[in-house]
């Protein structure tokens, strides 16, 4: 079985301040995988080199087997045009800690702007799966509502039904229930479990432990720019093997 | 511990009342701007000097009605084309790519550090730099071209001085609007696949429209106004047909209270739509919309069996 996404000696910089130090990491089709770590500890900036919003400083990305931002001959990665790297990102949804909803436009408006726009669907077919996907995150009484109008919850399901017209083949998730108050993380956190449920590779971001044992396949645990420990997550999270870990869990636990 | 005691509010045990605080240094103040308004009115209305059936003849004479007309029509071809620039000359300031950027800064430097005046009357002036314009193939003989003053006549020379001035102060304007949009807009739009040029068309620009109104319509009236200039080029404009007007028979302020109440009624249109403009750019950051709270109202009413 191929790695749906692998991530290939990651390095990256920003000016002299090294934030990923060689990261390497293969996710299987159709896992969820969770990154934890504390912060300052590269794991945002490991999840945006996935769709190249930070271009690395060394080392690659490999999303379905290409090479994201790149092409490869012989030995050499050379940089795509940007149209390439827009194809290459629609296949890679992301959900963002400030949800990030297009302000000016609705709920509904919101989902169908990249099908329209980018995969070119017709708007009465790109509606109807909007409304489907809004159903789906319990939310199709809002598709007029602004963002603004939306609890933050309300705003980061949006936001997932967003990514999710694109029909992904990854999704990555960063810190998604870091913004929200504490009695609107359970209703975001349902989501993603039926999205893990549908078969979705996920890659998450995240301080929720509870969902992180219950819902993922494999935890990855970062420090100072490493991985420093990583397996299932009943092994990771109950008996840490590493001091880091181990620290890093008696605090958050 | 002892209890705590409380007194009932008012002695009748009725709520008490709440009297608004008096605002009488406003009502005196009212009073001594209205007396000024009425001195200073009544010396300009009962002025001999001010000739106000002259006033009112001219405020319809056709002359100035086409002055009106050219201004106009100048203000809103030159306030149109250079905004266009200007967003060009915007995007061009925040590229990523040097030469791009330079070159904006190079432009944005030049037609600001220079006086309006003095780019219009060189523009009018083109002529005496170059006496024809023509295009060609370099290296090859294939050429056209025509006498410069044929092709810059006074309106053209206006049109090319406001618009390339004005796309100067506008970048500058558009810049601050799109980079007033949150980083996670652009972020957010590039993840869904969307290119730059998407990206910015589709969700920064029209987000950057909350912030580049106000000022643009700022821009507008004083462009409006600043078309006046083109009186040294004689440009048939609104100041022009009036200062045509008194050079023949010598009425200068009646004909120049004619040509401010006109611009005064323009702007005060151009303020009206102004308003209307920015809350069409102002949608989604109300927490008002009224499809919304119907759905809203209609959701509860289900929540609450229709008891409402």
């Known amino acids: 079985m191929k790695p749906m996404v692998e991530i290939i000696d990651l390095h990256k910089s920003f000016g002299k301040v090294e934030v990923l130090k060689g990261i390497n990491l293969q996710v299987k089709p159709g896992s969820v995988t969770s990154i934890l770590g504390p912060s300052g500890s590269g794991k945002s900036t490991m999840l945006r080199c996935v769709n190249h919003l930070e271009q690395p400083t060394g080392g690659a990305v490999k999303v379905n087997g290409d090479y994201v931002g790149y092409t490869r001959k012989g030995d050499?990665?050379?940089?795509?045009?940007g149209k390439a790297l827009a194809k290459q990102r629609a296949g890679i949804g992301m959900v963002f800690q400030r949800f990030d909803l297009y302000a000016h436009k609705t709920a509904l408006e919101n989902i169908i702007e990249g099908p329209l726009r980018v995969l070119g669907q017709s708007r009465s077919a790109a509606t109807e799966e909007a409304m489907t996907l809004l159903e789906r995150v319990g939310l199709r009484n809002r598709a007029r509502a602004y963002p603004a109008q939306l609890s933050g919850g309300q705003q980061q399901r949006v936001a997932i039904a967003r990514a999710l017209a694109m029909k992904p083949k990854v999704m990555l998730f960063d810190e998604p229930t870091s913004a929200l108050d504490p009695e609107l993380v359970g209703e975001v956190l349902a989501v993603m479990k039926e999205v893990a449920a549908s078969g979705m590779t996920m890659l998450v971001v995240t301080h929720e432990i509870a969902f992180a044992r219950e819902v993922s396949s494999e935890v990855v645990f970062m420090a100072d720019g490493y991985i420093v420990e990583q397996g299932d997550p009943n092994l990771v999270l109950r008996k840490p093997s590493h001091p880091r870990t181990k620290d890093f869990l008696s605090r958050v636990l | 511990m002892t209890a705590l005691t409380t007194e009932p509010l008012a002695s009748d045990s009725t709520p008490l009342k709440l009297a608004p605080r008096r605002h009488y240094a406003q009502v005196v103040g009212a009073v001594a701007v209205l007396l000024l308004a009425f001195l200073l009115i009544q010396s300009l209305a009962l002025n001999k000097n001010m000739q106000w059936s002259t006033v009112w003849r001219y405020l319809w004479n056709d002359q100035v009605g086409k002055g009106i007309v050219t201004t106009l029509v100048l203000t809103v071809i030159c306030m149109v084309m250079g905004t266009i620039l200007a967003t060009v000359l915007a995007v061009m300031r925040l590229s990523k790519n040097k030469v791009l950027s330079t070159v904006s800064f190079a432009y944005i430097w030049f037609f600001r550090g220079t006086p309006l005046l003095v780019q219009l009357i060189f523009w009018y002036n083109l002529a005496a730099l170059f006496p024809t314009?023509?295009?060609?193939?370099?290296?090859?003989?294939?050429?056209?071209?025509?006498?410069?003053?044929?092709?810059?006549?006074?309106?053209?020379?206006a049109v090319l001085g406001f618009t390339l001035n004005e796309a100067a102060y506008m970048s500058e304007i558009v810049r601050a609007g799109i980079q007033s949009v949150n980083v996670g807009q652009r972020e957010a739009a590039l993840s869904t696949g969307m290119t730059e040029g998407q990206c910015m068309v589709r969700i920064v620009l029209p987000q950057a429209m909350r912030v580049i109104v106000p000022p643009t319509a700022n821009q507008a009236i004083n462009l409006l106004k600043a078309t006046s200039l083109v009186a040294f080029i004689s440009g048939g404009d609104l100041l022009s047909a009036v200062q045509d007007i008194y050079a023949v028979n010598f009425a200068v302020i009646p004909l120049l209270v004619v040509a401010s109440i006109w611009y005064l009624v323009v702007v005060s249109v151009a303020s009206v739509g102004q308003h209307y403009l920015e809350r069409r750019v102002g949608k989604g950051f109300t927490h008002f919309s009224e499809d919304a709270v119907r759905d809203q109202i209609a959701s509860i009413k289900a929540a609450q069996g229709g008891n409402v």
């Open chain 2, 133 to 157: 314009l023509g295009i060609g193939i370099p290296l090859t003989s294939v050429s056209a071209s025509v006498s410069t003053n044929v092709v810059i006549t006074a309106f053209v020379a």
């Open chain 1, 76 to 81: 050499v990665l050379s940089e795509i045009s």
